[in-house]
C-alpha cells in the first residue's frame, strides 16, 4: 500500500509540475501581433543590412573561387580579402 501511495504522489507532483511548465511557456509565448511585429524589427528587413549581407556574400565566394583557381593556400594569408600576399603552399 505504501508504494501504491508514493507511486500516486509522485505521478501527481510529475503532473503539477508538467501543468505550471505548460501555463508558464503559454504566458512567455508571444502573440500573433508581437510575431508579426519581432518579424518586421529583423535585420534582414532592413535595406542597409541586406546591401552588407550581400557584399559579405560577394568577398566570401570571390574568395573561395580564387582559392580554388590557385594552387596558394589563402588561409595563410594575413588579410584574406587581398589576392597577393601571404605565403604560398
Known amino acids: 500500500m505504501g508504494a501504491l501511495s508514493?507511486?500516486?504522489?509522485?505521478?501527481?507532483?510529475?503532473?503539477?509540475?508538467?501543468?505550471?511548465?505548460?501555463?508558464?511557456?503559454?504566458?512567455?509565448?508571444?502573440?500573433d501581433l508581437r510575431k508579426q511585429e519581432m518579424l518586421q524589427e529583423m535585420p534582414e528587413h532592413h535595406p542597409q543590412r541586406r546591401e552588407e549581407a550581400v557584399r559579405t556574400q560577394?568577398?566570401?565566394?570571390?574568395?573561395?573561387?580564387?582559392?580554388?583557381?590557385?594552387?596558394?593556400?589563402?588561409?595563410?594569408?594575413?588579410d584574406w580579402r587581398v589576392g597577393d600576399g601571404g605565403r604560398s603552399a
Open 58 to 78: 560577394q568577398l566570401v565566394m570571390a574568395a573561395l573561387q580564387e582559392a580554388a583557381a590557385t594552387q596558394e593556400n589563402v588561409a595563410w594569408r594575413k
Open 6 to 31: 508514493k507511486a500516486l504522489v509522485t505521478v501527481a507532483a510529475l503532473g503539477v509540475g508538467a501543468g505550471v511548465g505548460a501555463a508558464l511557456f503559454a504566458l512567455v509565448t508571444p502573440g
